[in-house]
């Protein structure tokens, strides 16, 4: 019997609307790797689709009709943004082809694998699934992988391997996403509140998780940060939820700090890291199983986040079949995915780094990596994502910046959400301030240019936060010259 993408007729087409997208267009790769004829659509040409185009895939920069009359798609990928207004899908609901969300594509992908291991967690996954994905390469496991974001190593956001024996993946939970994906292996960086337009509350997304662990395979593993509460409490209602359906308890592997106890278990964590010393502001750090020494890693990425994401990175490669020496190489040479502390270059003397650090506790966590950094001043450049996660955790995000020496904030990006004028990343400056802080609000990135020209200065650290618009400034600092 059939499972997986294997349900899908061999050498079909599929078209992928919004192909542009990170994901997307990593998913369209497979599926041209799998031997799928493929073309899609985006309404924003951009380097992603010029990629695609030169790999063989048919890009049209509308949305209309036509496309799909030329095109003749036996079946429809679609991202959750797009709605059934769109006029590619009210043409395929019209004609009954299938429509595929991008979370049930990739949950077919996932069914295709012997071995699958699923990376989710509020924050932390893409740099979690990229060090798991370099660990197995370095072990010769041939991995297929799906990224979040682009990878030095495979030059892309996906790598597809030559059998179906190896799936990485990053397991998003918004829109509840993951909840279509298959595991053997599934593993959560932490629990935060986040994507505040599906779950309103913080135990709608503890719940979510649970959901997730009960779905994980009976003879599978379940990968945590022992120190997350939250996450704790996720895999008692799972667990709960096991027993009552007869099933088996999940087998979990924890990861933590030497001398902190699980809030699971109680007990410290099964992979340890001890010895925690900082080199340049860059973390060191000895790694054990069960009390057996593995190695020392010298992580070439700062932040205390980075031990965690490391730890669990460890766990899942090892719990499939990688040389623990082999991780610790991977580990030590980790040079970072695209926008998860990027370094871009320098400014004026001052270094210029990007981070896809939008929600307060990421933002928190990258600027005490960046404190660690040799620095004279560090200047935050600040962009919210999305209007409602705003408005939702707004004294969360005055919190995390208030003890920033100057935050610079442009207007909250959000391609999703109607800006209804109720909030404002001037809200948020003008709450700072109020508070003793410092912090300036500009409309447009292009405004802010001119501040850190005033402000900036030799050994300085330029960090910009915030999604893949704010980010761009990197780019543009760059491009003007130092």
Known sequence: MQKGIDKLINGSKIY??????????????????????????????????????????????TQVEDNLIEFKPDYIVKTAACLPTNKEVKYALDNEITIFDRSEFLGLITESYKQVINVSGTHGKTTTTAMTSLMLLESKLDPTVHLGADFYSFNGTVRLG?????????????????????????????????????????????????????????????????????????LKLANKARSEAGRKELNVITCGISGELCAYTGKEA??????????????????????????RVELLIPGRHNIDNSLIALACAILNGADPKCCIKALNEYKGADGRYTTKGLYRGAT??????????????????AETMPHKNIWVVFQPLTFDRTKKLFKDYVSSLLPCKKVLFSEIFSDREINTGEISSKDIADEINKLGGDAEFYVTKEEIIPRLDELVGEGDIILILGPEDIRTLGDILMARGN
């Open 16 to 61: 992928f609307i919004g192909i542009g997208g990170i994901s997307m267009s990593g998913l369209a790769l497979l599926a041209q790797g799998y031997g799928f004829n493929v073309g899609g659509s985006d309404m924003n040409p951009s380097e992603r689709t010029e990629m695609l185009a030169s790999k063989g895939i048919k890009i049209y920069n």
């Open 162 to 234: 030559g059998n179906r024996d190896l799936l990485v993946s990053e397991a998003c939970e918004f829109k509840r996403s993951f909840l279509n994906f298959s595991s053997t292996t599934a593993a959560i960086t932490n629990i935060d509140h986040d994507h505040v337009d599906c779950y309103p509350l913080l135990q709608d997304v503890i719940d979510v998780f649970a959901q997730f662990l009960d779905k994980l395979d009976d003879n599978g593993n379940v990968v945590v940060t022992g120190a997350c509460k939250n996450t704790a409490e996720s």
């Open 270 to 295: 099964d992979f340890l890291a001890s010895n925690i010393t900082y080199n340049n502001g860059l973390p060191c750090f000895d790694i054990s199983f069960k009390g057996e020494a593995l190695g």
């Open 352 to 369: 210029v780094v990007v981070d896809y650090a939008h929600h307060p506790a990421a933002a928190r966590a990258t600027i005490a990596a």
